[in-house]
């Protein structure tokens, strides 16, 4: 009885490893795949959608990072909506071509509604991750430092009122909470929508306790949050 129990409990470790490795073989290949077709209704919005891939976003320590552009369009004329508008941004290792999917909208890091309702989102590879340069290391200072430089760029943007949030589910949303640390009072980042179902560990990340994490960030970063 026991060796079967024991061999029961190899199983299910056997099969979370292989779920795991082709989770992330699955995020590898779409990071490098082609996006999926906006489906974009001109008459059901008040905008359509134009998307501009693969935007570099140049950093102070001579990093690119990657981003694609999602804007309003005038429904009738197909051209840019002059705005302005306010920036959504998802900052995601999973591949920012998949970033419209997701169980619920937004959570890929794009909410095609917000942008047919005049808002411009931005879906960025994390730095290491997609087609972003770099090495990534998992919620590292030099991570959000980054993704505090993504908020000026994005609040830079054509068309940008210069007011920016963001959005996004799991890595996306966690690594809101070390962004909004890292930016400074007056920043332009006025809102974040973290969306964690891991409501503990995301506790525990943003207070430093976890022990592999305190050393991984700043303790003023963990303070701030």
Known sequence: MFHESMDHRRGHRSAWRAAFCAAAIA????????????????????????????????????????????????PHSG?????????I????????????????????GVNLD?????????????????VSDGRFD??????????????????????SNGRVGMLGHSYSAINQLFT???????SALKAIFPDIDEARMARRLAS???????RRILPEDANKV
Do not use: M
Request: glycine share 12%.
């Open 114 to 130: 917000l942008v047919r309702n005049g808002y411009i989102a931005a879906a960025v590879d994390v730095g290491g991750t997609g």
């Open 180 to 186: 909004a640390a890292r930016v400074p009072r007056g």
């Open 27 to 74: 995020a590898l290949v779409t990071a490098c795949a082609p996006g999926p077709p906006v489906d974009v209704d001109p008459h059901a919005s008040a905008h359509g959608i134009v998307v501009t891939r693969n935007i570099a976003i140049h950093l102070s320590d001579g990093q690119v990072l990657r981003a694609d552009l999602y804007e309003p369009t005038d």
């Open 138 to 159: 998992l919620f590292s200072p030099d991570e959000s430092i980054a993704e505090a430089q993504v908020i000026d760029w994005a609040a830079a943007l054509p068309r």
């Open 208 to 214: 430093g306790k976890s022990g592999y994490l305190r």
């Open 79 to 87: 051209e840019r909506s002059p705005g302005p508008f306010p920036v």
């Open 89 to 108: 941004v998802g900052i995601t290792p999973y591949g920012k071509a998949s970033a419209t999917e997701g169980r619920i909208p937004g959570s890929g």
